[in-house]
């Protein structure tokens, strides 16, 4: 079975809710580059900290960690 990508962003990543978590996550990228903590193809991504599962991601701390690293302690999916 090949992966509907079409469906996928339907009902899930065209969510109203799903677009601000993403716009809160580009905006806390963007203010790490600002900052001078990352820099692109550097090999590093913002870690938001005790993020909360859904919701909103404003206010959360972040740290810049290795991608590596930051991937490894993604949860397990199904």
């Not at 900052?35 to 900290?49: A, F, I, L, Q, W």
């Amino acid at each position: 079975m090949t992966r509907d990508y079409r469906k996928e962003y339907d009902e899930y990543h065209a969510k109203p809710e799903q677009k601000k978590r993403r716009a809160s996550r580009n905006a806390s990228r963007a203010e790490a580059v600002k900052d001078d903590r990352v820099s692109k193809g550097d090999g590093k991504e913002v870690d938001h900290v005790n993020a909360p599962r859904t919701g909103s991601l404003d206010g959360v701390k972040t740290r810049v960690v290795p991608k590596t690293e930051n991937r490894k302690r993604q949860p397990k999916r199904s």
